[in-house]
């Protein structure tokens, strides 16, 4: 079958033209949400607290912030090679 037209030995199989119209269709709306999510969060980003708010967009304040202490690092582990694997 020819990728390009959807014909397989003189017979369309695939209408290419519709395939390929809805997916430039389906990526512009995607393109278009996409655009539309960076514009909602550059204006929630530069939209203003109350002044006497302790919370700034990019912090957190400090009585509410939770710590999470890291996890223990795992000790290496000393395996010897199998007996097919060389030293």
């Given at each position: 079958?020819?990728?390009?037209?959807?014909?397989?030995?003189?017979?369309?199989?695939i209408?290419?033209?519709?395939?390929?119209?809805?997916?430039?269709?389906?990526?512009?709306?995607?393109?278009?949400?996409i655009?539309?999510?960076?514009?909602?969060?550059?204006?929630?980003?530069?939209?203003?607290?109350a002044?006497?708010?302790?919370?700034?967009?990019?912090?957190?304040?400090?009585?509410?912030?939770?710590?999470?202490?890291?996890?223990?690092?795992?000790?290496?582990?000393?395996?010897?090679?199998?007996?097919?694997?060389?030293?």
């Amino acid at each position: 079958m020819c990728q390009v037209c959807g014909f397989y030995k003189g017979r369309m199989v695939i209408d290419m033209k519709a395939k390929t119209d809805a997916r430039s269709e389906r990526m512009t709306a995607k393109k278009e949400a996409i655009k539309g999510q960076q514009n909602d969060e550059s204006e929630e980003a530069t939209g203003e607290t109350a002044p006497d708010s302790a919370v700034t967009p990019d912090r957190v304040a400090t009585d509410k912030m939770k710590t999470v202490a890291a996890p223990a690092i795992a000790t290496e582990k000393s395996a010897s090679p199998r007996k097919h694997q060389g030293s």
